[in-house]
């Protein structure tokens, strides 16, 4: 019997059934190897259960038999960590639960890198220090070897030039729990003014369990000011007490394939922080980067900025019982955040359009008092008039040099004055003369959602979509507490090349999103992306309107000629997953076009950042390789789900476009597309339902890397197995193997053909440094471009004599 299933930060679990000496009884006591990772630059940890007198050679089935359920799960993995300066003291501890019937024997190996600075390493079993030894990367090689070799499994192939940390016994009691504490102190590496700081939890990838719960706290501590907080692997919650302090938190349930954690913080003091971080995987491509600006936290300078704020407010008959009592509630909300020396004004409206004051008023409390008291007498009645709402809201800013911002809600469609939606835009646009800006509040489903994002887009604001049954005043008080304080606005970056540019030439920068920037408002982080020609130093000025000064902000930057590794590989997967958004914005506003679905259907398949356009890719049937049919059929599918500007799909399309093109670190940030990130087994952000069947869950769970995730017009979020991420590669599954999407064709006809387990397949493995070997480590065929040469890894044959049965001696 081969029993195959995983562990939370205990990977994949293979089970072989020994007969101990002196025993009469076909099953005995189980030895267990596990894996665990403690240091940075590590994925997987490994559970291997080893054999105590002779090896049961397993045949190798095509397709493999369903998994019998393991023997093991995980209740929980804790994370703290404490960082100061760039020393961080580490503790992990996870609960590890025997849920069989016979003992198990475990021993925890520890892939270590040898260019990671690790010390005070210590591991405790119930508060018991468990003894162990140091192994160098080639003794640690054979180990590696060996196991892969003898399991008929890949998945450490990726720990090749890695040493190892290797633990003494410990046994696991039959229905009982043991805590595994590790703590460690590392040395931060510091590159491009940023402290990084990688925290393996990513052992679950091979899991068919997922982690019940997984928490990480971080704690940082620096001299200077922490500007930049960032984590490209994950959605965090930052709270920034002081301009030295900050406390990172993230936190999954049910998790089932969680990538590693890591967070990146820049120090500097002064009001702004910038930093650049760039990725070029090859001279012949334009690079890719990401500028991450941040101001103070605490700024008295964001105090004397004083702006104008208009509230417009729909009270038409559909706004009336809960609704209209919830968005009284967010109104009030929003005048008493007012601060000293603000100016407003509250538009109601339904059929006719009613000011709170004829002109704007400065902020005091007397006006506030009576702003309330006009709030609270509102009651809901009449039809739509937005376009009239619009232009009274806009018509009364008059200050150019202010920062000004118009917060819109409706609950509904245009039913009075003027109803369609191009006129409406462009009369909004003609009564913007000191270029407010504009957020539009969508209250349910009918609303004309691609209306509200228009109108946000084209006055640099931004939608936010209140589903039926969520709370009003939480979606509005959430985004004004991150727009209440504008530091510096009107903003603009140029970037200086120390290189002479040939005269005539195209601009070095390109493609870089959003297109137009927006405020930077305190306790907010501007992420700006793009792509460059020239690698090489850099001089980065950060212009714009500080308390209605003029100012420019000057740091140094290095962009890379080309990239030593994949370090920085999430740069080009940011890059893609905002351009994927801002091609869908085009064809939503400006109509379908051919050649921006060709481009979108080709990101997609070369960064697995499939789309409810181009979901059709993830039907093996499919081939990759028939441009013209898949531009086709994404056109078609692009031209019937945006058409739809109304009702429930209308409104999660535009949600799910705006996630893309807002998101701060590719899939991972994008709020239920990760399959790693803010997504769990029970919930992946809206609608999302996990695979049942348990041959579902075997390729989900056996398969390497991470499952592409997509969302359907409705918002309903899906799983698709046959779509796989593995660092900067995506693999299709086609037939009974899996394809890496850059494989042309003709590649594939001359690919060179290697066994898996055979000496080739260790070469391959172990050149580079062990780097490329994550890219073969599928326990089936694979298809693959590695450097300049394609390989096809085809699986040995059954060995002789091979038993799926115990034998006795």
Not at 70 to 98: G, H, L
Not at 492 to 517: C, H, Q, W
Request: proline fraction near 6%; include cysteine; aromatic fraction near 8%.
């Amino acid at each position: 019997m081969n029993l195959r299933s995983a562990i939370a930060f205990s990977g994949l679990l293979t089970r072989i059934p020994v007969r101990p000496p002196g025993s009469g009884r076909r099953w005995g006591i189980l030895a267990v190897v596990l894996f665990g990772l403690l240091v940075p630059a590590l994925a997987q940890a490994q559970v291997l259960i080893i054999e105590q007198h002779r090896r049961i050679v397993l045949p190798r089935p095509n397709p493999r038999p369903t998994p019998v359920p393991s023997a093991y799960c995980i209740r929980s993995v804790d994370v703290q960590a404490a960082i100061k300066d760039q020393a961080a003291k580490v503790q992990i501890s996870q609960v590890f639960r025997n849920t069989g019937s016979a003992t198990l024997e475990a021993q925890f190996m520890f892939p270590m890198p040898e260019n990671v600075a690790i010390s005070g390493l210590t591991l405790l079993v119930d508060g018991r220090e468990l003894a162990g030894r140091l192994l160098k990367k080639d003794e640690a090689r054979h180990i590696y070897e060996e196991i892969v070799r003898r399991q008929r499994d890949p998945a450490l192939l990726e720990y090749m030039g890695q040493g190892m940390f290797q633990t003494s016994v410990f046994p696991i009691p039959a229905q009982a729990e043991r805590t595994v504490e590790i703590r460690y102190t590392q040395l931060l590496k510091k590159e491009n003014g940023l402290i990084d700081f990688l925290l393996p939890i990513g052992s679950t990838k091979h899991s068919n369990k997922p982690v019940e719960t997984l928490n990480v706290t971080v704690r940082v501590e620096a001299g200077d000011q922490i500007k930049t907080v960032y984590s490209p692997t994950h959605q965090l919650e930052i709270q920034r007490p002081d301009n030295s302090h900050a406390l990172c938190k993230m936190s999954l349930r049910d998790a089932y394939s969680p990538d590693d954690f890591r967070l990146l913080y820049g120090t500097v003091n002064g009001l702004v922080g910038m930093n650049v971080i760039s990725y070029r995987p090859s001279e012949s491509e334009d690079g890719y980067f990401v500028l991450l600006a941040s101001p103070e936290v605490k700024s008295a300078l964001a105090e004397r900025v004083e702006k104008t704020m208009v509230f417009a407010f729909d009270k038409s008959g559909s706004m009336s019982g809960k609704k209209i009592e919830q968005a009284k509630e967010a109104l009030k909300f929003l005048i008493n955040q007012l601060k000293p020396g603000d100016t407003f004004n509250v538009i109601a409206y339904d059929s006719a359009v009613e000011s709170f004051r004829p002109e704007l008023q400065r902020a005091d409390e007397a006006t506030i008092k009576a702003a309330l008291s006009f709030a609270d007498g509102l009651y809901a009645g009449g039809s739509t008039n937005i376009d009239g709402a619009l232009q009274t809201a806009l018509k009364m800013l008059n200050d150019p040099k202010r920062p000004s911002y118009v917060l819109f809600m409706t609950d509904g469609l245009p039913t009075v004055g003027e109803m369609h939606e191009l006129k409406i835009a462009a009369n909004a646009k003609q009564a913007n003369v000191v270029n407010a800006r504009v957020f539009a509040f969508g209250v349910g489903f009918d609303v004309n959602s691609r209306l509200l994002d228009r109108l946000s887009g084209e006055h640099r604001g931004q939608s936010v979509y209140v589903r039926p049954n969520e709370n009003i005043e939480a979606h509005v008080s959430n985004l004004y507490t991150k727009i209440g304080s504008p530091l510096l606005t009107d903003l603009a970056v140029n970037m200086e090349f120390d290189k002479v540019i040939p005269a005539g030439s195209a601009s070095p920068i390109s493609r870089t999103y959003p297109r137009r920037l927006t405020d930077l408002f305190q306790g907010e982080q501007l992420v700006w992306v793009g792509r460059y020609k020239y690698g090489g130093p850099v001089k980065v000025s950060l212009t714009g309107s500080v308390a209605g000064e003029h100012r420019t902000f000057t740091f140094p930057a290095t962009l890379a000629e080309r990239s030593p590794d994949e370090t920085n590989g999430f740069v080009e997967k940011l890059w893609a997953t905002r351009r994927i958004g801002e091609i869908i914005d085009e064809l939503d506003l400006k109509g379908h076009n051919q050649e921006l679905v060709d481009e979108m259907v080709h990101l997609s398949i070369r960064h697995g950042i499939i789309t409810p356009y181009t979901a059709f890719l993830a039907d093996e049937r499919v081939n990759l390789a028939d441009r013209e049919s898949n531009v086709r059929r994404g056109l078609s599918l692009a031209r019937s789900g945006l058409d739809k500007a109304e009702g429930k799909a209308g409104v999660e399309q535009r949600d799910y476009k705006a996630r893309l093109k807002e998101s701060a670190s590719g899939p991972a940030g994008v709020p239920g597309m990760a399959m790693g990130g803010a997504m769990s087994a029970k919930k992946a952000g809206r609608g999302a339902s996990k695979p049942a069947d348990p041959e579902s869950m075997r390729r989900l769970t056996a398969a390497k890397g991470q499952a592409a995730v997509t969302q359907n017009l409705e918002g309903e979020v899906e799983v698709l197995e046959s779509v796989r991420n593995v660092g900067q590669k995506t693999y299709f599954r086609r037939g009974q193997q899996w394809q890496d999407s850059t494989v042309t064709p003709e590649q594939a006809k001359n690919a060179i053909r290697v066994t898996q387990y055979s000496p080739a397949y260790f070469e391959l493995a172990a050149a580079h440094g062990g780097a490329l070997a994550k890219y073969i480590a599928f326990d089936e065929p694979v298809l693959v471009n590695l450097g300049p040469k394609t390989y096809q890894i085809d699986p040995p044959p059954p060995e002789e004599g091979a038993t799926d049965k115990p034998q006795d001696k």
